[in-house]
């Protein structure tokens, strides 16, 4: 039977050191006693820890709190200790045929610029669309007061499926137009590592961490404007299928009642322009569908009321496969999607055994960059002995 290895001096003080960054990477900040208490190392351990991650960037010594001068403290104070959110930054971009966005974030999450520009056409050279995307996150950088150097790992979700190994899956041609090699152009480019991923995976993430989903191991999120999309957690981990399509959607095609993978946009923009467009005139467009049912408009109404059931049989059809927790509706049309909410929940135990909580995500359009920063984050918090804080 062979034998584990034997642990040495190193991996011990790699071990250690990730526990206490762990640990002070949720807090805002830490005094060497609570460090003890959370990791179970002894004090010398622990600031022996400290200081190597004060001389690697990582961490900072914080002053003591003033005391009120009537109540001294006794004893020599504890030291305290905080993540040093400056160490650099992550990008997290989304990618769509027609659009880019890149969001510069603090290594706490918190964006501090943004900056989003459109593709002349879908099917434009792969080395044009790569052109965008990279002055797209100049354009970002130089909002935040910032740049290419400072940047520790970006998120990248385009719509195509991604599998395991960031590869994408080319079997259709809107697919293939995301296949332009961004990672090695990056790399080539500022030597940046990018995570390649699906942006319904991404939005998922996003909606765990800091969406309507916050916590939920058991998560679908639907990017629901155009065409529908899902991100699937299952016990608090993406899946991906063998090449990146868990979470397509072409299996509607065969579902009774759905049909097509069509979104929310897509079918109010299509059954308003069928009913002869808005009653008052004008383009139909899925913003004024909602705009009108909140009005009392009667065909409007009756649109969204046909348009909750086909959304219940689309959510049904997941839940009986996957019997997720929660179904989140995302994207741009999320706002507007919470009128169909009522007539989804009412829907769903005619469609399944095993109805999810529905609701609406709280990011809009930002859904799929808050997941792709989340996703830069990890790979910077897994990684970050092995990385250089930018200083």
């Not at 006693?33 to 961490?59: H, P, Q, Y």
């Not at 989903?213 to 679908?220: C, E, Y």
């Not at 219940?312 to 989140?328: D, G, H, K, M, W």
Request: charged share 20%; hydrophobic share 45%.
């Amino acid at each position: 039977m062979p034998h584990a290895a034997a642990a040495t001096p190193q991996l011990l003080r790699r071990v250690n050191a990730q526990a206490v960054l762990r640990h002070i990477r949720g807090v805002d900040v830490a005094t060497g006693s609570e460090l003890m208490a959370l990791t179970g190392l002894t004090r010398a351990s622990v600031i022996a820890v400290c200081e190597d991650l004060i001389s690697r960037g990582w961490i900072v010594e914080v002053d003591q709190p003033r005391t009120d001068p009537d109540n001294p403290r006794k004893g020599r104070p504890a030291r305290r200790f905080a993540f040093n959110r400056e160490a650099g930054v992550v990008l997290g971009l989304d990618i769509g045929a027609a659009t880019t966005t890149a969001a510069v974030a603090d290594l706490r999450g918190t964006v501090i610029g943004r900056s989003s520009e459109s593709f002349r056409a879908e099917d434009i050279p792969a080395q044009e669309r790569i052109s965008v995307i990279d002055l797209v996150c100049r354009q970002a950088l130089e909002a935040a007061g910032t740049g290419p150097g400072r940047v520790l790992a970006v998120g990248a979700g385009i719509a195509a499926p991604v599998d395991r190994d960031g590869n994408v899956l080319v079997t259709q041609r809107f697919w293939s137009l995301f296949d332009v090699g961004l990672r090695s152009a990056l790399k080539d480019l500022h030597g940046w590592t990018v995570l390649l991923e699906n942006d319904a995976n991404l939005a998922a993430l996003g909606e765990r961490w800091r969406g309507s989903g916050a916590g939920v191991d058991d998560l679908v999120v639907l990017l629901a404007g155009e065409r529908l999309g899902a991100g699937v957690m299952e016990s608090g981990r993406l899946l991906h299928g063998r090449g990146g399509a868990a979470g397509e959607m072409g299996f509607l095609d065969m579902v009774e009642g759905v049909g097509s993978s069509d979104g929310i946009a897509a079918l109010a923009r299509r059954w308003s322009a069928a009913d002869g467009g808005p009653s008052a005139g004008g383009p139909a467009s899925a913003p004024r569908v909602f705009e009108d049912a909140a009005a009392g408009d009667t065909a409007a109404l009756a649109i969204l009321d046909r348009m909750s059931e086909r959304m219940a049989r689309v959510i049904a059809s997941i839940a009986s496969l996957i019997n997720p927790e929660q179904v989140v509706i995302g994207g741009a049309v999320a706002e507007s999607a919470g009128a169909l909410l009522p007539g989804i929940t009412a829907a769903l135990p005619r469609f399944t055994a095993t109805p999810p909580r529905v609701t609406v995500s709280p990011l809009g359009d930002a859904i799929v960059t808050v997941g792709a920063v989340r996703h830069a984050l990890d790979y910077v918090e897994a990684n970050a002995l092995d990385l250089a804080p930018a200083g």
